[in-house]
């Protein structure tokens, strides 16, 4: 397998340590050492041998029980009181999609197993396999995909892969002259009864039956919820690999991480498998390949794109025809506005969209005229106003409303029941553009609107950001600026969420913001003002979640101007977290050992106390104060 190389350190004080994923990485010791040593300088390497004795001195395992109910899922922090969805999901998913996804997720760990397993013998695993793991697992990311229709052909399309994968497993093993080993997971046999494979009804029982819950006896509730994590932390991986790949970037030794991770879950050494510190490390590994995951990502986008650019992003509409492209997909708003190009009809950005307004390649289309809307979970009452068609390129999609269904449609992942699901690429847009035609769009009057706020400054990627290293690290030693605050992450319905509305607002003038993901919407639109005299705006917004590969670029940057590491920066973060790409970013900074995150608006509710207070201990994790930001604020100036 690849080496999967992160950044190179020669001690404490660099943010980064030689790190290389091999083949024999989590075989037959999965006791993996973390890239990054912890907070004092004479701090030992943080390992999962560490996390076992925080293990052994933690309070009492909680009752493993099997909760009752028409589902069972705690993805992510919408969970139900906290706890776990089980008559219906808070995003909209239903029992019968979350059946589905279960089965799927199954199936999928069959295909890791022999996958691995045959690659370990020198049989070439096509990038296409690694292409449908990443897809599939992508398609289970919270509010994504609730098409049952979509699942059965990823039920059916995995199956067959594995089919295939299990005769080369066995034809390598008789060229080596070796007995196939008779794996005894379900997941490597399991088919459907006769004919049954498309009867969405007969699926969803079979799908009942492999139950994330399942495993709770067998592991415990803490390994049990520490290996969920490992998972939902993979769909998060597994959804920014599939970005890079589509944009050019793809690493096989990633994809083999991703089955050999999984292929551990379910064949794994039988102790190591429940023993709680080795999934701790493990957990800790997905983080480390995340942040090569992102690197690639990264580098798809400004290779194609070109590095982002401060720019500022229009508000107002402009008068004309209108199309409206929302969630995170670059590559689908290079193919759009092609084919929108000599049209007559704007395009428009929305949520996670509004980097693309900074990527010089993509700005250069003038039909590219502005933003609309704020972050995902206002999206009923953004898309009913907007007079034209929505392309939905990702997460995030809730339960559209009868005002706009007539035009929206659903591409990749993305998937709602009897919403059309179209290819850009090989399809084209002109269903997209005849709905447009069919549609009022903005007039003049709508032009004129009083608008609260009538642009936003985004574009301080990595290079932007390095470029004006000097005017900080400067502000720094004058005492013209006191603390750094990342605030970034995925934005919510809840309430609680106004914490980092109010936080922010809190903050002084000497300090300044570096956000990123959709939390930015909760106060990107106060005005901050310039720190001091340096030019510099005080909120520097790095854009989408995954450029959390430009805040380590930025606070390394930062620790070796002042011979220091990131844990010693007047430097502090609070992350909002809704699904599994924040829990990916979240691993991934744990395992560069950062400490004295906050973390909000709740912790994730598949992680039982004793595993809680193991990451407190080890990371200094806390939970944001939703009721005193004030509280939270004087601590972290005092860090």
Known sequence: MAALRLRAASRLGRLFTELRVSQTSLR??????????????????????????????????????????????????????????????????????AALQDLMVHVIKGVCLYSHRAHELGVSIPQETY???????????????????????????????????????????????????QFEHSSTTWLPPSGMMGDVEVMEAEGHKVSVQNDVKEYGADVHGVRQMVIYGLKGLASYARHAELLGQFDPAVGEFVHETLAFLIDGDETERHDLGANLGLALKVGEVNIRVMELLDKGHCTRFGSPEPTSVNLIPKEGKAILVSGHDMNDMEAILKATENTGINVYTHGEMLPAHSYPELKKYKHLVGHWGGAWQLQKFEWADFPGPILVTTNCIIEPMKSYRDRLFTLNEVGWPDIPHIDVHKDGMAVVIDNANKQPGFTAADTQKDMRIKTLTIGFGHDAIIANAGKVIDAIKTGKLKRIFVVGGCDGRENKRKYFTQFTQALSDDTMILTLGCAKYRFNHLDFGNLSDTGLPRLLD???????????????????????????????????????????????????????????????????????????????????????????????MQE
């Open 542 to 636: 790095l854009g989408q979640c995954n450029d959390t590969y430009t805040a380590i670029l930025a606070a390394q940057a930062l620790a070796d101007a002042f011979g220091t590491d990131v844990n010693h920066l007047p430097l502090s973060i609070s992350l909002a977290w809704m699904e599994q790409k924040a829990i990916a970013v979240l691993l991934s900074l744990l395992s560069l050992g950062i400490q004295n995150i906050r973390l909000g608006p709740v912790l994730p509710a598949f992680l039982t106390p004793k595993v809680t207070g193991i990451l407190v201990d080890k990371f200094k994790i806390s939970l944001v104060d939703n009721k005193n930001p004030q509280a939270d604020l004087d601590k972290m």
């Open 28 to 97: 037959p010791n999965l006791r993996l050492k973390s890239s990054l040593t912890g907070g004092e300088a004479t701090r030992a390497p943080i390992t999962a041998a560490a996390f076992q004795n925080a293990f052994r001195a933690a309070s009492t395992q909680p009752e493993e029980q099997i909760v009752e109910g028409d589902m069972f899922c705690y993805q992510c922090e919408q969970s139900k009181l906290n706890k776990h969805c089980t008559e219906i999901g808070v995003c909209g998913k239903t029992p019968q999609v």
């Open 131 to 181: 292409s449908f793991t990443f897809s599939t697992l992508f398609s289970t990311l919270t509010n994504v995909n609730f098409d049952p229709d979509r699942f059965l052909e990823y039920i059916a399309e995995g199956v067959s892969i594995r089919e295939q994968l299990r005769e080369q497993y066995e034809e390598a093993c008789k060229n080596k002259g070796v007995t196939p080993k």
